[in-house]
C-alpha cells in the first residue's frame, strides 16, 4: 500500500525566504507526482505535475524535482511571500485502467510572515 | 478551462436526514469522478471513483450503502450521504478527469457538511 509523508508537518519563514518541502512515498511504482495548495476551508489548486519519466517542473517562483527511485519529490519556493501562506499537499498516482488514483501527503503547513 | 464546481458549499442537517451533494465539471466532460473526504488538519481519503453510466468503484472501508454515488452525465457526479450521523461531519471533495488529459485531476471546492 501506497503511503505519502510529507516533512515538515509545519513551517514558519520570514517573507523573502528560499524554502524546500519535502514528500515522500513508499512505492516508487508511480504514474505522476502532483503539489497541491489548499487555503482553510477551501478546495485544492494544482501548482505542478510531474510525469514518471520527468526530473522537474517549474512554474514562476515554484520548481519541483522527482526522484522516482529513491520516492522523493521537493518543492522549492523561491523568495517567498504572505500569499503563499497555505497548506501544501503532496500526491501520487498510481493507474489504473483508465483513470489515475491520487494517494495524499500528510501536508505542511506553511506561514509566511511579514 | 478544466472547472470543476459543487453545490452545496456547505451544510447543515439533522441526524438521520440524507444529504445529496453534486459535483460538475463546467467546460470539459468527465468519464471519471473522485470522492475524497477530509477530517480537520488531516490529508485526503478517497472514498470512491465515481464512472459515467457504470456504478462507483468503492475503497475499503467506505460503505456503499451510506455513501451512494450516481454518476449520470459526462458533467455530474452526486454523492449523497444517507441517515447522516455526527460522525460524517466532513469536508468532501470531488474531482474529475478531462478526458484529453487523462492523468490529471481538477478539483471542485470542496462541500462542508456538519450534522448536527
Known amino acids: 500500500k501506497q503511503e505519502v509523508t510529507q516533512i515538515p508537518a509545519a513551517l514558519s519563514v520570514p517573507e523573502g525566504e528560499n524554502l524546500v518541502l519535502n514528500c515522500s512515498f513508499t512505492d516508487s511504482a508511480i504514474y505522476n507526482l502532483q503539489w497541491f495548495r489548499q487555503d482553510p476551508g477551501k478546495g485544492l489548486t494544482s501548482l505542478l505535475l510531474i510525469q514518471s519519466s520527468q526530473r522537474e517542473q517549474t512554474s514562476g517562483r515554484l520548481n519541483a524535482s522527482l526522484d522516482k527511485s529513491s520516492g522523493r519529490s521537493t518543492l522549492y519556493i523561491a523568495a517567498s511571500q504572505p500569499g503563499d501562506s497555505a497548506t501544501y499537499l503532496c500526491a501520487v498516482s498510481r493507474h489504473t485502467g483508465t483513470a489515475s488514483k491520487l494517494t495524499f501527503g500528510t501536508g505542511t503547513r506553511l506561514q509566511v510572515t511579514l | 478551462g478544466a472547472v470543476v464546481s459543487q453545490h452545496p458549499s456547505w451544510v447543515i442537517c439533522k441526524s438521520g436526514t440524507s444529504v445529496k451533494i453534486e459535483c460538475r465539471s463546467l467546460?470539459?466532460?468527465?468519464?471519471?469522478m473522485f470522492w475524497y473526504r477530509q477530517f480537520p488538519k488531516q490529508s485526503l481519503m478517497l472514498m470512491a471513483t465515481?464512472?459515467?453510466?457504470?456504478?462507483?468503484?468503492?475503497e475499503q472501508g467506505v460503505e456503499k450503502d451510506k455513501f451512494l454515488i450516481n454518476h449520470a452525465s459526462l458533467t455530474l457526479s452526486t454523492l449523497t450521504v444517507t441517515s447522516a450521523h455526527p460522525e460524517d461531519s466532513s469536508f468532501y471533495i470531488c474531482?474529475?478527469?478531462?478526458?484529453?488529459?487523462?492523468?490529471?485531476?481538477?478539483f471542485g471546492p470542496g462541500t462542508r457538511l456538519t450534522v448536527l
Open positions: 465515481s464512472n459515467e453510466g457504470s456504478k462507483a468503484t468503492y
Open positions: 467546460d470539459f466532460q468527465a468519464t471519471t
Open positions: 474531482s474529475a478527469i478531462e478526458k484529453r488529459r487523462y492523468n490529471e485531476q481538477f
